[in-house]
Structure formats: C-alpha cells, structure tokens
C-alpha cells in the first residue's frame, strides 16, 4: 500500500520573511549590476554571469535579452489588467482604511512639501517621503491577496509596512530638528503616523489569532 502522501506545509511569516529578504537582496544586486554595466554591449551576459544565471550563457544566451523585454511587457499588460480591474474591486486594497490612511499621508507630505518650498536638499525630507511611500506599497501587497494559505506572506508584508513607518517617524524627528518644522504640522505629522503604526500592529495581531486558529491544531 503506498504511503499516504503528506500535505504541502503552509508557509509562515518567517518563511516568508526569509524569502522577501533573499529576493530584496537579489534585487539589489542586480540593480548595481545593471547600473555599472548598462553601456557594455554585453551586458545582459555579463550580468548573467554575476547573478549565476549560468542557464542563460548557452546558445540560447544571446536571446535573452529580446526574452527579458517580452516579460516585461507581459508584466505592463498584466500589471495595467490589474489596475483596471482594482479600480472596479470596491473590496480590493484601495478600499482599506489603513492603505487609504497611508496613501493620504503621503500626500499630505507632498503637499508639506509645496508649502514649505524645496527641500531636495534635506536628507530627512528625502528619507521621509521615500519611507512613506515604501509603507503604502508594502500595505498595498499585503492587502491585496486574501487567499488564506498566504496568511504568513501578508503579516511578512505588514511587518515591513510598520519598518517603514518606524522609520518615516524617526525622519519626521529629524526633519523637526533640521528645519525647524513648527509645532502644529510636526503634530499632525507624528500623529498620522502613530495611527497607521497602530493600525498595522493590530492588523498583525489579528492575522496572527487567524493563523494560529487555522494552522497550529494541524
């Protein structure tokens, strides 16, 4: 009698956070490597080679290239699908409170930004912006997918949200510190930010409760 065959363990946010690490770091470096050799004619097989992508230095190497802009144009169709078909989804992230509260924060900063004239050169202003605008992407992918075997990649996406907002708050101290930002908007700002920061942290709480109901009496 053949052995019965055992179920595919279900990821947790750990596995998950591993995994999103392991790509961030492939990620970044095959930015750098894109950056240094963008003007060498061989560079997508140079690259290649750098990544261990050794599958791709055969004689199908030279065609990776023409390979590498058809999936990018596939993603740009899928990824203009996906935005058509958000904008009909009443229940789709954009519809979330926390995404909705992030997403306004960071026009809120934009429009800070207006009425205090550029502050392009301001480090904190820079980093504030950029970390606010990471904390709605990461909410984003995390309210996107309710499937419920991906509980562990949506509090892997949360916890990277509330990163982001951890370090949104420690520029809005610094941009504080650096321009004299007045007492009124420096409140505004900070309290903007504790609410998604207390948003997300019970956000986790509940998808933890459900992952625990779920999975750990299996």
Do not use: C
Not at 58 to 79: I, M, P, R, Y
Not at 157 to 178: G, H
């Amino acid at each position: 009698m053949a052995d019965k065959e055992e179920p595919e363990r279900v990821w947790d946010e750990y596995d998950w956070e591993r995994f999103l690490q392991q790509q961030d770091q492939k990620t970044e470096k095959y930015m750098e490597l894109l950056e240094r050799y963008m003007d060498d004619p061989n560079r997508d097989q140079i690259i290649a080679r750098e990544m261990g992508w050794f599958h791709l230095l055969d004689k199908d190497g030279e065609k990776w290239a023409e390979n590498v802009d058809s999936l990018f144009d596939l993603e740009l169709q899928e990824g203009e699908k996906a935005e058509v078909e958000a904008e009909g989804d009443v229940e789709g992230f954009e519809a979330h409170p926390l995404y909705k509260a992030s997403f306004a924060l960071t026009i809120w900063i934009d429009q800070l930004y207006e009425d205090l004239g550029d502050l392009q050169s301001q480090s904190a202003a820079v980093k504030l912006s950029t970390q606010a605008a990471v904390a709605s992407a990461k909410l984003a992918a995390a309210l996107s997918d309710d499937d419920v075997d991906e509980i562990g990649m949506t509090i892997a996406y949360l916890k990277r949200a509330l990163k982001a907002v951890m370090l949104a708050q420690e520029a809005a101290v610094q941009l504080r510190n650096e321009i004299g930002l007045d007492g009124e908007r420096f409140g505004m700002l900070s309290h903007r930010l504790f609410q998604i920061r207390d948003g997300i942290i019970e956000l986790m709480g509940d998808y933890r409760a459900e992952w625990r109901r779920r999975f750990k009496s299996e």
